[in-house]
């Protein structure tokens, strides 16, 4: 039984007060769920003080990107000892945002997947379709492209250290959702995929998330299908008793 994982990632909100105001908040809610994995993911400017007070708690501290290599001349990057000096245990890595405005490849995420291994850290490997692309009926070209090029190389026992996170573009931040057999489509499409890329018990393994809308409304619905293990939450993250609402709606 894969156990759910529910991740938060801010993008580019909440100083550090208000990072801190949010995560007390949060704290009251969830913080004696066990049956779900949560992990935060604060802008970079706030991952010292979200650290400090997640202390005891079973809440799991992320980050929203990640350079691949320790240290350097490389303006701007944040590299994988300096998050786990913070305190950082998981990393999102190749979301579709970074893909779209920043320029990110397969072959960058590929880079950053394996820093992020390389120092224990646990990485959110997002793949997804735009809507150009689901119209087309590319959906499953791109997610395979996306998965075999941004995992190549690893070994099985590296691909059980990571998490992906499916994301059709065209439902994030839009409120549209993909239905929850759509999602479930793709995600058994990914288990299938990594099961050739791999092995039948590494693909059992890995948990895929879903990410594009996540609500209390459908997150019930969406952790109801097979292959959906999880949620990476934008907006609805956001706030103290939505996100709540989601991860008590993952325990499966």
């Not at 991740?7 to 105001?21: D, F, R, S, V, Y």
């Not at 970079?44 to 501290?61: K, Q, R, S």
């Not at 018990?201 to 879903?210: D, G, H, K, M, P």
């Not at 103290?240 to 609402?245: C, E, G, N, R, V």
């Amino acid at each position: 039984m894969r156990k759910p994982i529910v991740a938060g990632n801010w993008k580019l909100n909440k100083t550090p007060h208000e990072a801190i105001i949010l995560v007390n908040e949060l704290k009251r809610e969830i913080v004696d769920i066990e049956a779900v994995d949560v992990v935060l993911c604060p802008p970079f400017t706030a991952l010292g003080d979200v650290a400090d007070t997640l202390t005891d708690t079973n809440i799991a501290l992320g980050a929203q990107n990640i350079f691949w290599e320790d240290a350097g001349a490389f303006t701007g990057e944040i590299s994988a000892p300096m998050l786990k000096d913070l305190g950082v245990s998981y990393v999102i890595i190749g979301h579709s945002e970074r893909r779209q405005y920043f320029h990110e490849t397969n072959e960058t995420v590929n880079k950053r997947l394996r820093a992020a291994l390389k120092h224990g850290l646990t990485p959110i490997v997002c793949v997804g379709e735009n809507l150009s692309q689901r119209e087309a009926n590319k959906t499953f070209d791109i997610i395979k492209d996306h998965c075999e090029g941004s995992l190549n190389g690893l070994s099985a026992e590296e691909m059980k250290k990571v998490v992906l996170a499916y994301e059709p573009v065209w439902a994030i931040g839009t409120g549209k959702t993909a239905t929850p057999q759509q999602a479930q489509e793709v995600h058994a499409f990914i288990r299938q995929l990594l099961g050739k890329m791999f092995d039948v018990e590494t693909a059992n393994s890995v948990r895929i998330q879903y990410g594009g809308s996540v609500t209390p409304d459908n997150i019930v619905s969406l952790m109801a299908q097979a292959d959906i293990d999880g949620a990476l939450v934008g907006g609805a993250s956001l706030k103290a008793p939505s996100f709540a609402a989601i991860v008590k709606g993952a325990k499966k």
